[in-house]
């Protein structure tokens, strides 16, 4: 079984910055080998794919989060970050990492970020 651990989130002004953290543990085979990717899901609305790190090295964004999302990752540790910067209040979601994949690993708990004045 894969345990997937969200961190980092938080209230945020607009114009803030958070970086969340997604440790993952367990039957973990050959991380370094996965595309891996942060979703979102905001109140009343669908769970979506914001970034994505791939195995080759390469990353893909969100247009609501291009130029202003970073993810990266460190295989030696298992885990993947998102640098969010100049943060909207439309950014406001319970975020979640997970396989860039069609067989995903069970969800984390996620973590909360608000962006409020």
């Known amino acids: 079984q894969v345990q997937l651990v969200e961190s980092g989130g938080g209230l945020v002004q607009p114009g803030g910055s958070l970086r969340l953290s997604c440790a993952a543990s367990g039957s973990i085979f050959r991380f370094y080998a996965m595309a891996m990717g942060w979703y979102r899901q905001a109140p009343g609305k669908q769970r979506e794919l914001v970034a994505v790190s791939t195995s080759g090295g390469s990353t893909n964004y969100a247009d609501s989060v291009k130029g202003r999302f970073t993810i990266s990752r460190d295989n030696a540790k298992n885990t993947v970050y998102l640098q969010m910067n100049s943060l909207k209040p439309e950014d406001t979601a319970v975020y979640y990492c997970?396989?860039?994949?069609?067989?995903?690993?069970?969800w984390g708990q996620g973590t909360q970020v608000t962006v409020s004045s």
């Open positions: 997970n396989k860039e994949s069609s067989t995903l690993y069970p």
